[in-house]
Each structure stands twice: as structure tokens, then as C-alpha cells.
Nanobody, 116 residues
Framework: QVQLVESGGGLVQTGGSLRLSCAAS????????MKWYRQFPGKERELVAE????????HYVASVKGRFTISRDNAKNTGSLQMNSLRPEDTAVYYC?????????WGQGTQVTVSS
């Protein structure tokens, strides 16, 4: 059974940090591109960051570059998104996604709220 389970969301003050984790099971995680998305109320999900299977390439959207760091541990089938210098505009539901050549998997989402 394929599963992606996020954890680590919560409430933090402006300037604070949170670390989101994504635990994968049921598929070949090491061969999947892993991505983090976020969704604001009433908006489409938007890509935040992505990392390739080996973990030697990553990409960030401009709004989080320099503040967020994506990483993965293929031995543990886990991925992470370290979020520093958080801003109220980062408040959203965050989702991890794993893309294999034939399928995209989604986690259930975790709420991140940044208070001003």
C-alpha cells in the first residue's frame, strides 16, 4: 500500500522555523522525484521545492529560496522541508508529493500557520 505521511506542521511566529517530514512507503522512493507543494485558501496548489532521486539536484521557487531547504534520506524513505525565517505569507497547507515515471503520489497535507 502506497503511503506518504507528512508531519511537522503547526503554529509558529514570524521569523521562526519548522521542519516538515514526509515518510514514504509502498513504492521505490529512491527513484522518485520528491516535491513539496503548498495551497493557500481558494487557490491552486503551487510548487515550493523539489529534489531528484539521488538528492544531488534541487529547485526552489523564488519566494522561498534562501529560507527553505529540501532534503531526503533514501535509506529511511523520508523527505524533509526545513523552513526558516517564516513569514505570515507562508501560511498554507503543505503537501509532499512523490513522482515516479508512472505515478504521482500525494500526502494528506499538513497545516503551517505563521502568526505576525
Amino acid at each position: 500500500q502506497v503511503q506518504l505521511v507528512e508531519s511537522g506542521g503547526g503554529l509558529v511566529q514570524t521569523g521562526g522555523s519548522l521542519r516538515l517530514s514526509c515518510a514514504a512507503s509502498g513504492f521505490d522512493f529512491a527513484r522518485a522525484m520528491m516535491k513539496w507543494y503548498r495551497q493557500f485558501p481558494g487557490k491552486e496548489r503551487e510548487l515550493v521545492a523539489e529534489i531528484n532521486g539521488p538528492g544531488d539536484w534541487s529547485h526552489y521557487v523564488a519566494s522561498v529560496k534562501g529560507r527553505f531547504t529540501i532534503s531526503r534520506d533514501n535509506a529511511k524513505n523520508t523527505g524533509s522541508l526545513q523552513m526558516n525565517s517564516l513569514r505570515p505569507e507562508d501560511t498554507a497547507v503543505y503537501y509532499c508529493s512523490a513522482n515516479t515515471p508512472i505515478q504521482r503520489y500525494w500526502g494528506q497535507g499538513t497545516q503551517v500557520t505563521v502568526s505576525s
